[in-house]
C-alpha cells in the first residue's frame, strides 16, 4: 500500500508539473493592436484646433524666422534670395538685410556641378563679414543609399 502512494504521488506530480515557459503570443497580440490604434491616431493629434487669435502690435520674439539663401549657379553666378551679386557686395547687402546682426542665418547653396572650392570661397567671405551662422546646404535623397557603384567616366557625357 505504501508503494503506490508513492507511485500515485509520482504520477500526479509528473502531470501536474507547472509550466515554465511564458506564452508571448496574447503579449504580441495587443502590442500590435495598441501600434496600430498610436500609427492611426498620432497624425489626429497634430491637427490643431482652429482658433482665431488677437491681433497685437507687439514685436515678434524671434525676427529670424526665415533665413537668408545665398545660391550659387552652374555657371558661378551668385545670388542673394533672388537677386545676382558679386563677391564683393555680398556681404554689405547681406548686413543691410540681417541689420548687422551677426547671428542671423545664412544657407549656401551650390549646384552640384560647381566646384567645391567656388561654394567654400563663397562661405568663408560670408564668414569672414562677420555672420556666425552659415549652413551649407544639399537636396535629401528619397530613401537608402544604394549599394557603392563605380563610378563611369564622365568626360565624353553631356552636362544637362
Sequence with gaps: MAGSLIGGRAGRRARYRPLAEINVTPLVDVMLVL?????????????????????????????????????????????????????????PKLQAIAKNNPERRIFVR????????????????????????????AEQTAGPRPAAKPAAPTAGRPKG
Design 110 to 137: 551650390g549646384d552640384k556641378d560647381i566646384a567645391y572650392g567656388k561654394i567654400m570661397q563663397v562661405m568663408g567671405t560670408i564668414t569672414q563679414g562677420g555672420f556666425t551662422k552659415v549652413a551649407l546646404l
Design 35 to 91: 501600434l496600430i490604434i498610436f500609427m492611426v491616431t498620432a497624425p489626429l493629434m497634430t491637427s490643431g484646433v482652429p482658433v482665431d487669435l488677437p491681433k497685437t502690435n507687439a514685436q515678434p520674439i524671434n525676427n529670424d524666422s526665415e533665413p537668408l539663401t545665398v545660391s550659387m549657379n552652374a555657371e558661378g553666378k551668385i545670388f542673394l534670395q533672388d537677386q545676382e551679386v558679386t563677391v564683393d557686395d555680398l556681404v
